[in-house]
């Protein structure tokens, strides 16, 4: 299984940016699939994720209401819809799936720097 994390730019305070994370291996077996982050000098941290249907996703307080996950399984792709961006929100965004409820996996990252 492989994932492959694109999306991640520079951007200004309240602009927007969409992530998109590229599944390939196992199609029909990839389970939840999140979004994480980590800025330097910090934690890993879990922003969103969405079940295999794409009909149940959560959220980090820190981004509910300004990101939205979402999944297209025709493409074996899930997107990270990120608005009204923040300075804090400056991180490397990984990819995470969860194959057959057995193996967890993750993508390299792409970064996402805001400037104000």
């Keep these: 299984v492989q994932l492959v994390e694109s999306g991640g730019d520079l951007v200004q ?3 927007s940016l969409r992530l998109s994370c590229a599944v390939s291996g196992m199609e029909g077996r990839i ?5 994480y982050r980590q800025a330097p000098g910090k934690e890993r ?3 969103a994720q969405i079940n295999s249907g794409g009909d ?3 959220y980090a307080g820190s ?3 300004r990101f939205t996950i979402s999944r297209d399984n025709a493409k074996n792709t899930v997107y990270l819809q990120m608005n009204s961006l923040k ?3 400056t991180a490397e965004y990984y990819c995470r799936a969860d194959v057959a409820d057995i193996y967890i996996y993750w993508g ?3 970064q996402v720097t805001v400037s104000s």
């Excluded at 389970?31 to 979004?35: E, I």
Aim: charged share 25%.
């Design 13 to 15: 305070a309240g602009g």
């Design 31 to 35: 389970n939840t699939v999140g979004w």
């Design 45 to 47: 941290e879990f922003v």
């Design 56 to 58: 149940i996703t959560s």
């Design 63 to 65: 981004v509910r209401g």
């Design 87 to 89: 300075r804090e929100d």
């Design 108 to 110: 390299r990252g792409t």
